[in-house]
């Protein structure tokens, strides 16, 4: 593992308690780009590519690797973003802090958390894991009950490259 990507995760972290420095400024953004920020904040990208990069294209993509199921989830290291994709688009985004928790913003369109607030979650043992698709998630949907969703992940490092 990168140094970077647990700098990334060590920040979520400690940003989750609602009086912690950023805890606003993350809970303001969209989910992908406070991931974003975190990278910004661990010294990953400089405060240039931050304005460049599109979260919701450059961060995690379809393509990257798959996380299969809960136990995958649980043994994740910290610092991966997560993906959720419907089909090819990405329509959620949170970083891993390690033994299946990860923290986000605007949670609850996978299924679990608030519609709004920097938080964590358990992912692991929360998302509602598919067992016959152990990389998908069945999720709420904006106009039928419920959504499919692929859960994939890559180290937040990997924008450094981008």
């Known amino acids: 593992m990168n140094p970077e990507d647990g700098y990334a995760a060590n920040f979520a972290r400690k940003m989750s308690n609602p009086t912690s420095s950023e805890y606003i400024n993350l809970s303001g953004l969209m989910c992908w780009d406070a991931v974003m920020y975190c990278a910004l904040k661990a010294g990953i990208i400089d ?3 931050f304005d460049r990069l599109r979260g919701d294209h450059d961060l995690v ?3 990257d690797f798959a996380v ?4 995958a989830m649980y043994r994740l290291e910290p610092g991966n973003v997560i993906g959720f994709f419907e089909g090819a688009r990405i329509v959620h ?3 891993c ?3 299946g928790l990860a923290a986000g913003n605007k ?7 608030s519609m709004v607030g920097w938080e ?4 692991a043992n929360g998302l509602a894991w598919q067992a016959a698709a152990p990389d998908t998630i069945t999720a709420p949907a904006l106009l039928e009950p419920t959504r499919d969703l692929m859960v994939r992940r890559c180290p937040i490092s990997y924008l450094a490259y981008k």
């Open 47 to 49: 405060q240039k590519k």
């Open 61 to 63: 993509a379809l393509s």
């Open 68 to 71: 299969a199921g809960p136990n």
């Open 93 to 95: 985004a949170m970083l």
């Open 97 to 99: 802090v390690g033994k």
């Open 107 to 113: 949670n609850n369109c996978v299924g679990i958390g």
């Open 120 to 123: 964590i979650l358990d992912l």
